[in-house]
């Protein structure tokens, strides 16, 4: 009898655990959807806020951020600062328009996104990391394009150039041969492989400065004033290996103080002054603003014509 009771009250038991152990898998459930539904709630408030996240959220709702920037500043050891108070949120995949006259603070925001520098208050999330937590992986991930293209040039061949990130990463010499064969491919630079990087013209450098961040498989490029001092076949050039990138998934960010050349490619244009972030949009709903912020609007928008691509 009573080895029947004990039967009854282990059967009971393990009946009551499986009913337990069911409750708490569809609360597990319940509570991730309530959470999911909660984030997409938030999310959406979020977007409400800037015009030109809500316009690419009603095209790309699934694409998650990459970059997140909260009350970034920076002063530099003289006292002045440098940048103050910025805030934003970069999704995967988005072309980003920074504009602003010399001196806004452009180039000091860009090199905090890899950690050239260091922010006094706030921080940037890198792929859900902040960047001070891991310098390596956030130059690996994120590639800069700097204005003045000799200052990146180390190799003394053009494949030495390229190869010398992946080296440093300590990769085998077949992945690093694939790297440089495949960025040297992207930029049309293969068949100057063997050349020294001095006898190059200054879109091609710039072009060899693109295959050198490729080469570090790069998911987010950084362009700083990317046209300068080039000539009409040197921006083009420029202009379509950028595009061409964007198309392939990349995330672009890129200052200029010369919106004529680009603005229509964009997806969203930031204005800065003295530091700060004055204007965050749409290009088209902000282009009638940009010369109160010291820049000059395209010639075809002063004249009240459409913007066209400089590759038409």
């Known amino acids: 009898m009573r080895t029947d009771n004990a039967t009854k009250t282990r059967k009971h038991k393990d009946t009551q655990r499986k009913k337990l152990r069911e409750t708490s898998r569809l609360r597990g459930i319940h509570y991730l959807l309530t959470i999911r539904k909660e984030v997409q709630k938030r999310r959406k408030a979020d977007f409400?806020?800037?015009?030109?996240?809500?316009?690419?959220?009603?095209?790309?709702?699934?694409?998650?951020?990459?970059?997140?920037?909260?009350?970034?500043?920076?002063?530099?050891?003289?006292?002045?600062?440098?940048?103050?108070?910025?805030?934003?949120?970069v999704r995967e995949g988005e072309f980003v328009l920074i504009s602003g006259q010399n001196g806004s603070g452009k180039t000091t925001f860009l090199r905090h996104l890899n950690g050239l520098l260091l922010p006094s208050t706030g921080a940037v999330i890198l792929d859900g990391i902040p960047v001070e937590e891991d310098l390596v992986r956030a130059r690996q991930m994120v590639g800069m394009v700097f204005q003045d293209?000799?200052?990146?040039?180390?190799?003394?061949?053009?494949?030495?150039?390229?190869?010398?990130?992946?080296?440093?990463?300590?990769?085998?010499?077949?992945?690093?041969?694939?790297?440089?064969?495949?960025?040297?491919?992207a930029v049309g630079l293969k068949m100057f492989a063997d050349r020294r990087p001095h006898l190059l013209s200054g879109g091609e450098k710039r072009r060899l400065a693109i295959a050198g961040v490729l080469a570090m498989k790069s998911r987010v490029l950084v362009f700083d004033?990317?046209?300068?001092?080039?000539?009409?076949?040197?921006?083009?050039?420029?202009?379509?290996?950028?595009?061409?990138?964007?198309?392939?998934?990349?995330?672009?960010?890129?200052?200029?103080?010369d919106l004529e050349k680009v603005v229509v490619h964009a997806d969203r244009l930031i204005i800065m002054k003295d530091g700060k972030v004055v204007k965050d949009g749409i290009p088209d709903k902000l282009i009638g603003d940009v010369e109160k912020f010291g820049m000059r609007a395209p010639c075809a928008f002063r004249m009240g014509m459409k913007i066209e691509s400089w590759l038409n």
Request: hydrophobic share 35%; charged share 25%; proline share 4%.
């Open 48 to 89: 409400a806020k800037n015009r030109s996240a809500l316009f690419l959220y009603s095209f790309f709702p699934d694409r998650m951020s990459i970059l997140e920037i909260n009350n970034l500043s920076h002063r530099f050891s003289d006292g002045r600062m440098g940048i103050e108070g910025i805030s934003l949120t």
């Open 225 to 257: 004033e990317p046209f300068s001092n080039l000539d009409y076949p040197g921006i083009r050039q420029i202009l379509e290996q950028i595009l061409s990138l964007h198309r392939n998934g990349h995330t672009i960010i890129l200052t200029t103080h």
């Open 149 to 185: 293209a000799d200052t990146q040039i180390v190799g003394e061949t053009v494949y030495d150039d390229v190869a010398f990130g992946p080296e440093n990463l300590c990769l085998d010499r077949k992945e690093i041969e694939k790297r440089v064969s495949g960025a040297l491919t």
